[in-house]
């Protein structure tokens, strides 16, 4: 069984396309038994690990959580900063009626602990040691519209470290194509396997430091699953053509 993120971790060569970790993602859910909330508390575990490597002496983040399991982890890392002692302020958009039973439970979880949640505007102070981006995740496809635009131009005005969690918002994870508007990351931590895009196309400008959480995902799944990329010095090599 693969174990979280570890300040020792390596990056494996294998690349993964975005259907192939939610296929990995899916197995795992299944095998847990739950609505996937145990893995996104294990994601969202790994990245304040991360944050509190990059970022020793952090004591105040701002987190930006969308309506999407993405945000269902910022909400988690949230949480998880506070009870440590560190002061935290929640930015998020979107429709939250449309969440996730997991994401669901991971904004309660952020509000059981006393933690404002507050809708992003313009007005919003996005201040402080570290600025978390759980905005988009892998399912974006298209240029980002609207008030997710402008949270992701706010970002990037905001002039403080950008932790992002799996993939910088607005970057396609398959591809590393930028459609529009994208976030600059200082750091980016991403879960369960490297996605293609990250080390493609524009992915390697806007990611920062890369750090893996390979998260408890389970033997089988890997056995079934084989990732359809890799790195070699640099470049990515496909290891099979896709249709």
């Known amino acids: 069984m693969n174990r979280p993120f570890s300040a ?10 975005v259907a192939q970790i939610r296929e990995l993602d899916r197995q795992t859910i299944a095998a847990q038994g739950d609505d996937g909330f145990t893995l996104m ?14 970022w020793v002496d952090a004591r105040k983040i701002t987190v930006i959580a969308g309506p ?24 998020t958009l979107g429709d939250l009626t449309k969440q996730t039973s997991a994401a669901q439970k991971a904004l309660n979880m952020a509000v059981q602990t006393g933690i404002s949640i507050e809708r992003l505007s313009t007005a919003s102070d996005l201040s402080g040691d570290v600025l978390v981006d759980g905005l988009l995740g892998t399912g974006l496809s298209s240029e980002p519209r609207d008030e997710f635009a402008q949270a992701i131009a ?14 910088p918002s607005g970057l396609n994870a398959d591809s590393g194509v930028v459609y529009g508007p994208v976030v600059k990351a200082d750091v980016t931590i991403t879960f369960i396997g490297v996605k293609r895009g990250l080390l493609t196309a524009s992915g390697p400008d806007v990611c920062g430091a ?4 390979e998260l408890s995902v389970i033997d089988s799944a890997h056995a079934n699953i084989v990732a359809d990329a ?9 290891t099979k053509c896709e249709d």
């Open 8 to 17: 020792k971790d390596h990056l494996p060569a294998q690349l993964f396309s």
């Open 41 to 54: 508390h294990e994601a969202a575990t790994s990245a304040l690990s991360v944050l509190q490597h990059h």
């Open 68 to 91: 999407g399991n993405n945000g269902g982890d910022a909400f988690i890392l949230a949480a998880l900063a506070f009870e440590c002692g560190i002061r935290v302020r929640v930015f």
């Open 154 to 167: 706010a970002i990037n005005a905001a002039d403080i470290p950008v932790l992002a969690l799996d993939v």
């Open 210 to 213: 890369l750090e893996l959480a």
């Open 230 to 238: 890799e790195e070699l010095v640099g470049l990515v090599y496909m």
